[in-house]
């Protein structure tokens, strides 16, 4: 069965928090600015800014930017998809 984003996110930000990660979410992205990450994330001296996706979600024009943008700044950003989260387990638990 595929996951919805939905689905992923809830398991993404209950495993953070469970692992000790501050975790901020813009719930309602229509007042928030375009492209913005998904999940900020904050714990264990670092920051990731992650953009969540299934299998076959595609970036916007807005969302490459953000990510590109918080790259060239030293930012830790990344797409997260739900085969990923052997991955990420192994991130987070860094």
């Known amino acids: 069965m595929r996951k919805t984003e939905t689905q992923f996110h809830a398991e993404v930000v209950a495993m953070a928090k469970m692992m000790g990660y501050l975790v901020y979410h813009t719930y309602d992205s229509r007042r928030s600015e375009p492209g913005f990450p998904d999940l900020v994330l904050v714990g264990r001296d670092r920051i990731l ?5 299934t299998e076959t979600g595609k970036l916007s024009p807005a969302q490459k930017n953000w990510g590109e943008q918080l790259q060239a700044s030293g930012g830790d950003w990344d797409v997260w998809r739900p085969s990923d989260m052997p991955e990420i387990i192994k991130e987070l638990s860094q």
């Open 49 to 53: 800014y992650r953009e969540l996706k």
